[in-house]
């Protein structure tokens, strides 16, 4: 599933999803190529090892970077974290989540987050689905065997969190200045077919 440079360069657009994480942060990445996805590439960064929180984040930073620099993505799709009852493991993941976005964005790559139920509801239809779930639908949809993927869910998550973007951003937008589809249609009749 690894590309080359040359490539790399066929596809319209590329997108990194990243699922943020203290112990194990997961990103994949998504060619996409005549509106048709296209994995390239999906992994773990491990920070288990790293007893250090601020060493933590500094490997998220410098991953993230070198993956932005490596396979230079045109967006990221990150998922957002979710709220919990562990107040000290939600701002440790919130800054795991920022630090990853700040390599993104010092290299001009836009950003947008989405929360992990919308995530599950764009690649199963169900936002309430397993992780499990998750990667048995992505292997269905972007044709993965079971040998693609990692033990670690991380990585298919962040796969699914650039395939959930690519469905949004690939959705007809609303006119600006139009509240509706009807509104839109009332407006444009000779768009309409």
């Known amino acids: 599933m690894e590309y080359t440079q040359e490539t790399l360069s066929s596809f319209d657009r590329i997108i990194m999803g990243i699922d943020p994480g203290t112990n194990v942060m997961g990103y994949g990445l998504l060619g996409i190529r005549n509106k048709k996805p296209v994995p390239i590439a999906m992994g773990v960064i491990q920070l288990n090892k790293f007893e250090s929180h601020y060493l933590r984040l500094k490997r998220i930073?410098?991953?993230?970077?070198?993956?932005?620099?490596?396979?230079?993505?045109?967006?990221?799709?990150?998922?957002?974290?979710?709220?919990?009852?562990?107040?000290?493991?939600?701002?440790?993941?919130?800054?795991?989540?920022?630090?990853?976005?700040?390599?993104?964005?010092?290299?001009d790559v836009p950003?947008?987050?989405?929360?992990?139920?919308?995530?599950?509801?764009?690649?199963?239809?169900?936002?309430?689905?397993?992780?499990?779930?998750?990667?048995?639908?992505?292997?269905?949809?972007?044709?993965?065997?079971?040998?693609?993927?990692?033990?670690?869910?991380?990585?298919?998550?962040?796969?699914?969190?650039?395939?959930?973007?690519?469905y949004e951003s690939s959705r007809p937008q609303i006119e600006k200045g139009c509240?509706?589809?009807?509104?839109?249609?009332?407006?444009?009749?000779g768009r309409v077919i």
């Open 111 to 166: 950003i947008t987050e989405y929360e992990p139920r919308k995530i599950k509801m764009a690649i199963t239809g169900n936002g309430a689905a397993s992780k499990e779930q998750v990667q048995e639908m992505l292997k269905r949809i972007l044709n993965l065997r079971q040998e693609d993927f990692l033990p670690q869910l991380d990585a298919s998550d962040a796969l699914a969190a650039a395939l959930c973007h690519h």
């Open 61 to 107: 930073y410098d991953r993230v970077l070198m993956l932005t620099e490596q396979y230079l993505p045109d967006e990221m799709a990150i998922e957002a974290p979710f709220f919990g009852k562990n107040v000290q493991s939600m701002l440790k993941l919130g800054r795991a989540q920022g630090v990853a976005m700040a390599a993104a964005l010092s290299r």
């Open 179 to 189: 509240r509706s589809w009807k509104e839109f249609i009332n407006k444009n009749p």
